[in-house]
């Protein structure tokens, strides 16, 4: 079993940055390849898939609406996965899902993922 935890959410003016994290504990996180991601829902929405990253790090996949704007990274050592999130919109007002699958495979499909935080809230107003 894998438990995460997200942080680092909050208000944020438009154009400015925020960096999230997931911290993960359990057994599992270093035994296996995890890939973990970043989803995203915004009020009356459904959940978004923003960024993900394979086991080591060097993959990673990121929605077209984010590209070039966040950053995702993790470190294995601390068992947390990071969201830089840059250039902030009032479009990217959501609460904040961290998740991990137990594949190789970065895969942008929510259902694909196992393990889910219980979300951060970002909100950029306009």
């Known amino acids: 079993q894998v438990q995460l935890v997200e942080s680092g959410g909050g208000l944020v003016q438009a154009g400015g940055s925020v960096r999230l994290s997931c911290t993960a504990s359990g057994r599992t996180f270093g035994g296996y390849a995890m890939t973990m991601g970043w989803f995203r829902q915004a009020p009356g929405k459904e959940r978004e898939f923003v960024a993900a990253?394979?086991?080591?790090?060097?993959?990673?996949n990121y929605a077209d609406s984010v590209k070039g704007r966040f950053t995702i990274s993790r470190d294995n050592a601390k068992y947390t996965v990071y969201l830089q999130m840059n250039s902030l919109k009032p479009e990217d007002t959501a609460v904040y899902y961290c998740?991990?699958?137990?594949?190789?495979?970065?895969?942008?499909?929510?259902?694909?993922?196992?393990?889910w935080g219980l979300g951060t809230q970002v909100t950029v107003p306009s």
């Open positions: 990253i394979n086991w080591n790090g060097d993959i990673t």
């Open positions: 998740a991990a699958d137990r594949s190789v495979v970065v895969r942008t499909n929510s259902g694909r993922y196992e393990y």
